[in-house]
Nanobody, 124 residues
Framework: VQLQASGGGLVQAGDSLKLSCTASGRIYSSSVMGWFRQAAGKEREFVAAIRWGVGNRYYADSVKGRFTISRDSAKNTVYLQMNSLKPEDTAVYYC??????????????????WGQGTQVTVSS
């Protein structure tokens, strides 16, 4: 499985961006697709996840109400709509795919496949 993330860029605070992540093959209903981010000098942190089959969504507290994760099964693509961006959202954003049960969405070790990352920079 290969994941290709895109959509990053340089924006101003308050702007919006939409990230996309397309899988090379079919995303099965048992999959969990997640978005993580890593700022310079910091550890990778959970942003959002979606359980592919049922569509349940999960968010980090820091992005609730501003970010929305969604999916397009026909395109094997997961999206991250980011609104009201803040300078602290600046990071490399990674998509990831895992197959697990339970509420381990924020644990990067549960994800088996990772995209290459896309840079998001928010200026103040």
């Amino acid at each position: 499985v290969q994941l290709q993330a895109s959509g990053g860029g340089l924006v101003q605070a308050g702007d919006s961006l939409k990230l996309s992540c397309t899988a090379s093959g079919r995303i099965y209903s048992s999959s969990v697709m997640g978005w993580f981010r890593q700022a310079a000098g910091k550890e990778r942190e959970f942003v959002a996840a979606i359980r592919w089959g049922v569509g349940n969504r999960y968010y980090a507290d820091s992005v609730k109400g501003r970010f929305t994760i969604s999916r397009d099964s026909a395109k094997n693509t997961v999206y991250l709509q980011m609104n009201s961006l803040k300078p602290e959202d600046t990071a490399v954003y990674y998509c990831a795919q895992g197959y697990f049960r339970g509420s381990y969405y924020s644990d990067p070790s549960k994800y088996e496949y990772w995209g290459q990352g896309t840079q998001v920079t928010v200026s103040s």
